[in-house]
Protein backbone atom coordinates (compact mmCIF):
# COMPACT_ATOMS: atom_id res chain seq x y z
CA UNK A 1 0.00 0.00 0.00
CA UNK A 2 1.76 3.09 -0.74
CA UNK A 3 2.47 5.46 1.83
CA UNK A 4 -0.33 9.00 1.87
CA UNK A 5 1.06 12.06 2.22
CA UNK A 6 0.51 13.43 6.33
CA UNK A 7 -2.07 15.65 6.28
CA UNK A 8 0.04 18.53 7.98
CA UNK A 9 2.80 18.00 5.03
CA UNK A 10 4.92 21.08 4.30
CA UNK A 11 5.88 19.86 1.16
CA UNK A 12 5.91 17.37 -1.56
CA UNK A 13 7.96 14.74 -2.44
CA UNK A 14 8.03 16.19 -6.33
CA UNK A 15 9.99 18.96 -4.73
CA UNK A 16 12.05 16.76 -2.62
CA UNK A 17 12.97 14.26 -6.10
CA UNK A 18 13.78 17.79 -7.87
CA UNK A 19 16.61 18.72 -5.19
CA UNK A 20 17.77 15.27 -5.01
CA UNK A 21 17.75 14.24 -9.28
CA UNK A 22 15.63 11.26 -8.61
CA UNK A 23 13.61 11.11 -11.72
CA UNK A 24 12.59 7.32 -11.04
CA UNK A 25 9.18 6.75 -8.37
CA UNK A 26 10.67 3.42 -6.90
CA UNK A 27 11.39 4.97 -3.69
CA UNK A 28 8.51 7.18 -4.01
CA UNK A 29 7.15 5.87 -0.43
CA UNK A 30 10.07 5.88 1.55
CA UNK A 31 10.65 9.93 0.87
CA UNK A 32 6.88 10.70 1.21
CA UNK A 33 7.10 8.88 4.73
CA UNK A 34 10.53 11.16 4.95
CA UNK A 35 8.73 14.01 4.03
CA UNK A 36 5.66 12.92 6.62
CA UNK A 37 8.46 12.87 9.33
CA UNK A 38 9.98 15.76 8.76
CA UNK A 39 6.86 17.99 8.74
CA UNK A 40 6.20 16.33 11.73
CA UNK A 41 9.42 16.82 13.93
CA UNK A 42 8.89 20.74 12.43
CA UNK A 43 5.32 20.98 14.50
CA UNK A 44 6.88 19.23 17.31
CA UNK A 45 9.66 21.62 17.50
CA UNK A 46 7.70 24.82 17.27
CA UNK A 47 5.27 23.43 18.79
CA UNK A 48 2.24 24.14 16.05
CA UNK A 49 -0.01 22.78 13.44
CA UNK A 50 1.37 24.68 10.82
CA UNK A 51 -0.31 23.56 7.38
CA UNK A 52 -3.66 24.53 7.51
CA UNK A 53 -6.59 22.66 8.79
CA UNK A 54 -10.09 22.54 9.64
CA UNK A 55 -11.22 22.69 13.44
CA UNK A 56 -14.62 21.58 14.29
CA UNK A 57 -16.85 21.74 17.43
CA UNK A 58 -13.34 21.91 19.49
CA UNK A 59 -13.56 22.88 23.24
CA UNK A 60 -11.44 25.04 25.11
CA UNK A 61 -11.66 26.69 28.93
CA UNK A 62 -12.58 30.21 28.87
CA UNK A 63 -10.00 32.56 30.16
CA UNK A 64 -12.19 35.35 31.65
CA UNK A 65 -10.16 37.52 29.32
CA UNK A 66 -11.50 39.55 26.32
CA UNK A 67 -8.82 38.52 24.16
CA UNK A 68 -8.59 34.76 23.34
CA UNK A 69 -6.22 32.60 21.82
CA UNK A 70 -6.78 29.06 23.32
CA UNK A 71 -5.42 28.07 27.07
CA UNK A 72 -2.32 25.91 28.13
CA UNK A 73 -3.40 22.76 29.38
CA UNK A 74 -1.57 19.70 29.17
CA UNK A 75 -2.71 17.55 32.02
CA UNK A 76 -4.78 14.28 31.18
CA UNK A 77 -8.69 15.39 30.46
CA UNK A 78 -10.25 12.11 31.63
CA UNK A 79 -14.00 13.63 30.52
CA UNK A 80 -15.82 11.47 27.94
CA UNK A 81 -16.57 13.96 24.84
CA UNK A 82 -20.37 12.34 23.04
CA UNK A 83 -21.06 13.94 19.93
CA UNK A 84 -19.27 16.11 17.37
CA UNK A 85 -17.22 17.43 20.11
CA UNK A 86 -13.48 17.23 20.01
CA UNK A 87 -10.87 18.70 22.35
CA UNK A 88 -7.87 20.59 19.75
CA UNK A 89 -5.35 18.85 22.89
CA UNK A 90 -1.31 18.21 22.05
CA UNK A 91 1.62 17.77 24.32
CA UNK A 92 1.76 21.66 23.99
CA UNK A 93 -1.87 22.75 25.27
CA UNK A 94 -4.98 23.92 23.64
CA UNK A 95 -4.55 26.89 21.63
CA UNK A 96 -5.98 27.97 18.77
CA UNK A 97 -3.84 26.94 15.46
CA UNK A 98 -2.93 30.35 13.63
CA UNK A 99 -3.12 32.25 11.33
CA UNK A 100 -6.52 32.30 11.82
CA UNK A 101 -9.59 32.48 9.38
CA UNK A 102 -12.87 34.39 11.43
CA UNK A 103 -14.41 31.13 12.99
CA UNK A 104 -17.52 29.66 11.27
CA UNK A 105 -19.52 29.34 14.90
CA UNK A 106 -18.89 30.06 18.01
CA UNK A 107 -20.68 29.30 21.39
CA UNK A 108 -20.53 29.71 25.20
CA UNK A 109 -21.89 27.61 27.66
CA UNK A 110 -24.51 26.05 24.69
CA UNK A 111 -24.83 29.87 23.80
CA UNK A 112 -24.53 30.50 19.85
CA UNK A 113 -22.21 33.69 19.55
CA UNK A 114 -22.56 36.27 16.64
CA UNK A 115 -19.20 36.42 14.47
CA UNK A 116 -18.02 39.95 12.55
CA UNK A 117 -16.03 42.81 12.63
CA UNK A 118 -18.28 45.16 14.38
CA UNK A 119 -17.68 44.58 18.36
CA UNK A 120 -21.08 47.02 18.40
CA UNK A 121 -23.42 44.32 16.52
CA UNK A 122 -21.53 41.44 16.58
CA UNK A 123 -20.23 39.06 19.82
CA UNK A 124 -17.17 38.22 18.19
CA UNK A 125 -14.06 39.24 16.48
CA UNK A 126 -11.39 37.42 14.73
CA UNK A 127 -7.95 39.63 15.71
CA UNK A 128 -5.70 38.83 12.69
CA UNK A 129 -2.70 40.51 12.76
CA UNK A 130 -0.96 39.11 9.58
CA UNK A 131 2.54 38.30 10.67
CA UNK A 132 4.98 36.14 8.64
CA UNK A 133 5.09 33.78 11.37
CA UNK A 134 1.97 33.85 12.18
CA UNK A 135 1.70 34.34 15.84
CA UNK A 136 -0.52 36.40 17.54
CA UNK A 137 -3.71 36.04 16.36
CA UNK A 138 -7.22 34.92 18.49
CA UNK A 139 -10.41 36.09 19.47
CA UNK A 140 -12.09 39.15 21.04
CA UNK A 141 -15.17 39.59 22.42
CA UNK A 142 -16.48 42.54 24.55
CA UNK A 143 -17.80 40.59 27.26
CA UNK A 144 -15.04 38.52 27.76
CA UNK A 145 -14.50 34.81 27.73
CA UNK A 146 -16.30 33.16 30.92
CA UNK A 147 -14.25 31.18 33.13
CA UNK A 148 -15.27 27.54 32.79
CA UNK A 149 -14.32 23.88 31.79
CA UNK A 150 -14.86 22.94 28.42
CA UNK A 151 -17.23 25.83 27.94
CA UNK A 152 -15.87 27.66 24.52
CA UNK A 153 -16.47 25.46 21.41
CA UNK A 154 -15.18 26.91 18.39
CA UNK A 155 -15.32 25.89 14.53
CA UNK A 156 -12.77 27.37 12.44
CA UNK A 157 -9.62 27.07 9.99
CA UNK A 158 -6.10 27.59 11.13
CA UNK A 159 -2.86 27.45 10.15
CA UNK A 160 -1.40 28.43 7.13
CA UNK A 161 -2.33 28.10 3.17
CA UNK A 162 -0.39 27.52 1.07
CA UNK A 163 2.95 26.95 3.25
CA UNK A 164 5.41 29.48 3.93
CA UNK A 165 8.51 29.11 1.64
CA UNK A 166 10.44 28.82 4.64
CA UNK A 167 8.92 26.26 6.14
CA UNK A 168 8.54 24.02 3.63
CA UNK A 169 12.84 24.51 2.56
CA UNK A 170 12.90 23.36 6.15
CA UNK A 171 10.68 20.13 5.67
CA UNK A 172 12.69 19.88 2.24
CA UNK A 173 16.31 20.09 3.60
CA UNK A 174 14.84 17.78 6.61
CA UNK A 175 13.68 15.71 4.49
CA UNK A 176 17.15 15.41 1.89
CA UNK A 177 19.31 15.33 5.09
CA UNK A 178 17.37 12.12 6.12
CA UNK A 179 17.72 10.22 2.57
CA UNK A 180 21.41 11.42 2.44
CA UNK A 181 22.01 9.23 5.84
CA UNK A 182 19.68 6.34 4.83
CA UNK A 183 22.15 4.02 4.48
CA UNK A 184 24.14 4.35 7.72
CA UNK A 185 20.72 4.07 9.50
CA UNK A 186 20.88 6.76 11.55
CA UNK A 187 23.56 6.99 13.02
CA UNK A 188 23.64 9.48 16.19
CA UNK A 189 27.44 9.86 15.92
CA UNK A 190 29.67 11.21 13.29
CA UNK A 191 33.51 11.34 13.02
CA UNK A 192 35.64 12.94 10.26
CA UNK A 193 38.81 14.01 10.30
CA UNK A 194 40.12 17.85 10.52
CA UNK A 195 43.29 19.13 10.78
CA UNK A 196 44.58 15.96 12.12
CA UNK A 197 42.77 15.28 14.57
CA UNK A 198 39.68 13.22 14.41
CA UNK A 199 36.26 14.91 15.50
CA UNK A 200 32.96 13.33 16.75
CA UNK A 201 30.16 15.32 16.15
CA UNK A 202 26.30 13.87 16.85
CA UNK A 203 23.55 14.64 14.34
CA UNK A 204 20.28 16.25 15.17
CA UNK A 205 16.92 15.36 14.15
CA UNK A 206 17.03 18.08 11.49
CA UNK A 207 19.59 20.46 9.87
CA UNK A 208 20.84 23.47 11.56
CA UNK A 209 19.63 25.63 8.69
CA UNK A 210 16.09 24.06 9.38
CA UNK A 211 16.15 25.19 12.53
CA UNK A 212 17.33 28.70 11.60
CA UNK A 213 14.23 28.85 9.42
CA UNK A 214 11.79 27.61 11.92
CA UNK A 215 12.95 29.33 14.60
CA UNK A 216 10.63 32.56 14.04
CA UNK A 217 7.29 30.15 14.00
CA UNK A 218 7.63 29.11 17.20
CA UNK A 219 5.25 29.40 20.24
CA UNK A 220 6.91 30.72 23.01
CA UNK A 221 4.75 29.23 25.94
CA UNK A 222 4.83 31.07 29.23
CA UNK A 223 4.74 28.67 32.18
CA UNK A 224 4.65 29.71 35.89
CA UNK A 225 2.98 32.73 35.96
Known amino acids: MAVSAYTGALTVIADVK ?25 ETLTGRLLKQ ?3 TNVLFNGNGYQFFTGDPLTEPLGWSLSGPDTIQQSAWGRFLETPIEAPTAVSISGTAQTIGDDPETKDVQAIILGRPSGLGDGLYRADGWPVGTNNIKITYKGGFTPVPEDLAEAAIL ?3 AWWTDKDRKYTRLVSFGAQGENVTLEKMAIPTIAKDLIQSFKRTLMVGI
Do not use: F, K, P
Open 53 to 55: RTY
Open 174 to 176: TAM
Open 18 to 42: ARLNITGVTDDDLLQTMVNGASRTI
